[in-house]
């Protein structure tokens, strides 16, 4: 007479740590910063050609143009590393990286940040188009007349 033992039904993964849950929520941080940055290097870059328009004449760019560019650039690299990062040591670990509300709202604002990365990678191209005119025709009119 032969026991076979049942399958015992698999023990749920543990959840994070409270330190891994309050790393993640470095994310929608960063994916805030980000979105901030996008907006103020667009509200930079109308101003410089509001301000050249006025002038009738090319500047050059300003540096906060670049700044701010590059620092909505970096911020929205950085929450897409933290949360890959955050939730592949998770799993490593043996634990549910889906578990509790900190990871819904690190995913959420992961996917903000996967869309940051777009549009202030472009803003970063729109800057150094701005500064590629702005110095060749530095001096030049800009209006008729």
Same mark, same amino acid.
């Given at each position: ?43 930079? =870059?109308?101003?410089?050609?509001? !301000?050249?328009?006025? $002038? @009738?004449?090319?500047? %050059? /760019? ?5 700044? *701010? ?33 900190? =990871?819904?709202?690190?995913?959420? !604002?992961?996917?903000? $940040? @996967?869309?940051?990365? %777009? /549009? ?5 191209? *729109? ?19």
């Amino acid at each position: 007479m032969t026991t076979e033992a049942s399958p015992q039904p698999a023990a749920p993964a543990p959840r994070p740590s409270e330190r891994w849950r309050m790393m993640i929520l470095s994310v929608p941080l960063l994916s805030t910063a980000a979105i901030l940055g996008f907006i103020a290097s667009v509200s930079l =870059s109308n101003g410089h050609h509001e !301000f050249q328009s006025a $002038a @009738c004449r090319y500047t %050059l /760019l300003p540096w906060t143009n670049f700044a *701010v560019s590059y620092g909505g650039l970096l911020a929205a690299l950085l929450a897409v590393t933290v949360h890959l990062l955050m939730f592949r040591s998770a799993r490593r670990a043996g634990q549910d990286p889906t578990h509790g509300w900190q =990871s819904m709202v690190s995913t959420l !604002f992961f996917a903000i $940040a @996967c869309l940051m990365v %777009l /549009l202030t990678a472009g803003m970063v191209i *729109v800057a150094h188009m701005d500064a590629a005119e702005a110095a060749a025709n530095i001096g030049k009119p800009l209006c008729e007349g």
